[in-house]
């Protein structure tokens, strides 16, 4: 209950004990894509004072079974990192995009963990008539996306004004949405709607979007891609597989 109220006080929102996610979280928040595990020190064989001690009596039973804890919960932490809990790549990448096609001075990509954040969506591109006005706005989810997700995304959108939202879909297990009912429900409420499946569908977008020729955009692409993944510390190696895909553009 501690961690809990703490992190409510720090203005975080979060779900519990999510079983579709490896080693079922104590603590899931969404926006950030991190977890918290409450784990006790003496079950999970912490490296501490009461984490190190062992159990005097059966210790045939008690020793494996502490064994298997640490087993699950480093087979758990490497599957969370296989499913892309940690956004900050794919929110540079898609913000380094749209710098290509609006200008960084429009697009704007806050801390991913910043409950201040005052804009809906993980990156967002001003109005060029007045810079106070959101004119456009990304969800980057790099997990799988229901038909739920888009339409709270899309109530925040209209929330603050924002006509002109899109998700952007880049999972490699996300399953196809029913693209016609999710926009028909976003124009009943007046705003535009766009679903990009994968980063090929976006990055073709965007470099038709750009009024540069296609090789100046995607050179581009790939600078302001660099400079958005460095902002984040993002690995040299994530930095060469994008410049990579954008130069076969």
């Known amino acids: 209950m501690t961690v809990r109220r703490l992190a409510y006080e ?13 080693g079922t979280p104590d603590l899931c928040f969404a926006r950030p894509q991190k977890v918290i595990f409450v784990h006790g020190c003496f079950w999970h064989q912490h490296h501490c004072k ?12 008690w020793l494996p079974k502490l064994e298997r804890n640490v087993a699950r919960d480093e087979i758990a932490q490497e599957k969370l990192r296989e499913l892309g809990w940690d956004g900050r790549r794919a929110q540079a990448i898609v913000a380094g995009l749209l710098d290509v096609f609006a200008g960084t001075e429009r697009v704007e990509s ?18 060029t008539s007045d810079p ?12 799988p996306v229901s038909a739920s997700d888009v339409q709270i995304f ?3 959108c209209i929330d603050v004004g924002v006509r002109e939202a ?16 999710l926009e028909a429900w976003a124009a009943s409420f007046g705003i535009g709607l766009t679903l990009f499946h994968g980063w090929e569908a976006f990055i073709e977008q965007v470099l038709f979007w750009s009024e540069k020729p296609q090789p100046i955009a995607a050179n581009l692409a790939t600078e302001r ?3 958005r993944l460095v902002a984040v510390e993002a690995s040299e190696e994530a930095v060469q597989l994008w410049a990579k895909l954008i130069s076969a553009k």
């Not at 806050?110 to 109005?127: E, L, M, Q, T």
Request: glycine letters at 8%; hydrophobic letters at 30%; proline letters at 5%.
């Open 10 to 22: 720090l203005g975080y929102c979060y779900r519990l004990h999510r079983a579709d996610l490896p």
């Open 50 to 61: 009461l984490g190190n001690k062992r159990p005097q009596t059966n210790q045939n039973y």
């Open 110 to 127: 806050g801390r991913i963990n910043d409950p201040s954040r005052h804009y809906p969506g993980d990156v967002c591109i001003r109005s």
């Open 132 to 143: 106070q006005v959101w004119e456009k706005a990304f969800e980057v989810r790099d997990k």
């Open 154 to 156: 899309g109530k925040k």
């Open 166 to 181: 899109a998700v952007v879909m880049v999972n490699e297990g996300q399953q196809a949405l029913d693209r016609a009912a």
């Open 225 to 227: 891609i660099h400079a």
